[in-house]
């Protein structure tokens, strides 16, 4: 991306936010998991469809339309870009 992501600090982070995830699964209902995951199938979905509109849309313009922080819409991107290669 444009943005100058380092993709080890992005690791990095998202190493974290596993362990964070993980930490977290323990203390949290199988209800909840589920509507997590839902909600971020419903947000990757949106970035898909703003990404083939515009289709250079910068990270920090993404995490403000989708209102989530622009590491979380950063992951999301590479993800998406990911899947057309």
């Given at each position: 991306m444009d943005e100058g992501i380092d993709p080890q600090n992005m690791c990095r982070h998202l190493y974290g936010a596993m362990g964070i995830l993980r930490e977290l699964s323990s203390h949290a209902s199988e209800e909840l998991l589920v509507i997590f995951?839902?909600?971020?199938?419903?947000?990757?979905?949106?970035?898909?469809?703003?990404?083939?509109?515009?289709?250079?849309c910068s990270v920090k313009r993404m995490a403000r339309l989708l209102g989530i922080p622009a590491q979380g819409a950063a992951?999301?991107?590479e993800r998406i870009k990911a899947g057309e290669e």
């Amino acid at each position: 991306m444009d943005e100058g992501i380092d993709p080890q600090n992005m690791c990095r982070h998202l190493y974290g936010a596993m362990g964070i995830l993980r930490e977290l699964s323990s203390h949290a209902s199988e209800e909840l998991l589920v509507i997590f995951h839902e909600w971020l199938e419903e947000v990757e979905n949106e970035c898909a469809e703003i990404w083939e509109k515009e289709p250079g849309c910068s990270v920090k313009r993404m995490a403000r339309l989708l209102g989530i922080p622009a590491q979380g819409a950063a992951f999301i991107m590479e993800r998406i870009k990911a899947g057309e290669e």
